[in-house]
């Protein structure tokens, strides 16, 4: 059991850096102006790339409501990831610990009893589908032998998971102090949900049929509470391509919702979190589902996984001192770059500021780094990358004895040389006039001397 726990805890810490790193230098699109979304918070993932491509006030500390039971289904689901068979043959039940603090409050249940002897299996269901907060009470005292406990439980799985803006009191999701989470929050939760077994399997089912149990002597099917899955239930806001996950609803937090939705090889998961219960004029509206179906149809219409950089693209050239044969070399961005992207937003709108090192020096190795490119859009950088390489450039002795002689000729050392040269000759040619005429002094000298012997003879 320590080692899984170990296991689990390693997994966490992995995923929600990656999911942190990712966040924190994603680039998302703002909300389109045709899209007239009621929610006070919206995010956006797409699961094949994990990039996070919509966004409104993402990090904004709201009420979840039941999407609290997410936290609560992901403890129990850890509890028995390797004995997943023993959630169907674990049967619990619930004291009055579990029901005092939900009398007179209306909340959602699943009409289960105090004394009540129910498979975990069956709790997981009425927890997602039927939202039962009774459910999420009866799986918190039998895991952690309180309902304290399991809520510092939910905190501790939540601070592993990097949710910084999250903090729970209660396991089911009613309004009380202290008890908030954000849309990103709850995105890095319900992704980290999606890895264990049967989370999906559950919270995506439409409908379930619970056992009989000593209190209810027939089995009884529950619904899920996310009317987009069924035509019959949803009406207006049915849409095919969605799937759970859960759905939240309080007078302080709003109508909220997580859901999934699949089309064209394409999967988002969507949170929505703050949306009104009643238009203006009271009536009750689900503007969680209105919301949902508006963007999922606006992410399956315009977004596409797009190539925005090639690593075969030629962008510069860069100079380099001593090359055999030619003084540059052409490089190429180290890999491509590709993500999800609107197709309304042409790609010539994208700017690439190129970098290139200064002071390049044959030899030069194919894939040498030699600069670097950033890609921006409206100002924001999608990505840095270095810049390599297309080909190989060897060493000229020739041209760099050249280059040495070229730079050497105007530069203040070859007019020290010059003056010094200069300053040499000069003094050297006054050395030889000195000594020329100091000879032919003394030749004079000499030949006077010799004249004068002569006369004597005679």
Not at 77 to 98: F, P, R
Not at 421 to 437: S, V
Request: charged content about 20%.
């Amino acid at each position: 059991m320590l080692l899984r726990r170990a296991a689990a805890v390693f997994v966490s810490l992995v995923l929600s850096f990656c999911l942190l790193s990712q966040s924190a230098a994603a680039f998302t699109f703002s909300l389109p102006s045709e899209l007239n979304i009621a929610s006070e918070a919206v995010y956006l993932v797409n699961l094949d790339t994990k990039e996070v491509v919509l966004e409104k006030n993402g990090d904004k500390q709201l009420v979840p409501a039941s999407l609290t039971k997410i936290m609560t289904a992901i403890l129990l689901l850890e509890e028995y990831k390797d004995n997943i068979h023993g959630l169907s043959t674990t049967y619990v039940s619930g004291t009055s610990a579990c029901f005092d603090e939900l009398y007179l409050t209306g909340c959602s249940n699943a009409d289960i009893q105090i004394g009540e002897k129910v498979s975990y299996k069956d709790l997981l269901y009425a927890l997602m589908l039927r939202s039962a907060c009774e459910a999420a009470n009866i799986i918190a005292y039998n895991l952690a032998g309180s309902l304290e406990a399991f809520a510092q439980m939910m905190n501790d799985k939540a601070y592993e998971l990097g949710c910084r803006n999250t903090h729970f009191t209660n396991a089911h999701g009613l309004f009380w102090e202290d008890h908030y989470t954000t849309a990103h929050d709850m995105a890095i939760i319900t992704q980290y949900a999606l890895t264990l077994p049967m989370f999906e399997e559950i919270s995506c089912s439409q409908e379930y049929t619970m056992e009989a149990t000593n209190f209810h002597g027939e089995p009884r099917k529950i619904i899920h509470t996310n009317f987009m899955m069924s035509k019959a239930q949803g009406g207006d806001n049915y849409y095919e391509y969605v799937k759970g996950i859960k759905t939240g609803t309080l007078d302080e937090a709003g109508r909220c919702l997580v859901s999934l939705a699949m089309k064209d090889g394409y999967s988002y998961l969507l949170v929505t979190m703050g949306a009104p219960q009643k238009d203006a004029n009271g009536n009750n509206v689900y503007y969680n589902f209105i919301d949902a179906k508006a963007i999922y149809t606006w992410a399956f219409d315009n977004l596409r996984y797009t190539d925005l950089i090639l690593d075969t693209e030629e962008l510069a050239e860069v100079p380099v001192s001593y090359g055999e044969g030619r003084d540059f070399v052409i490089v190429r961005p180290e890999e491509s770059y590709s993500r999800i992207w609107d197709l309304s937003v042409p790609l010539s709108s994208l700017h690439k500021k190129i970098t290139v090192y200064e002071n390049v020096v044959a030899p030069v190795n194919e894939g040498d780094t030699l600069g670097t490119l950033e890609l921006q859009y409206a100002g924001e950088t999608l990505v840095t990358m270095d810049l390599v390489a297309t080909s190989s450039l060897a060493r000229s002795r020739q041209a760099e004895l050249m280059t040495v002689a070229q730079n050497f000729v105007g530069s203040e050392h070859f007019y020290d040389a010059v003056k010094y040269t200069a300053g040499f000759f000069l003094i050297y040619t006054i050395l030889i006039i000195i000594i020329k005429i100091a000879v032919a002094k003394q030749n004079k000298k000499q030949s006077y001397l010799m004249g004068g012997r002569t006369r004597r003879r005679k």
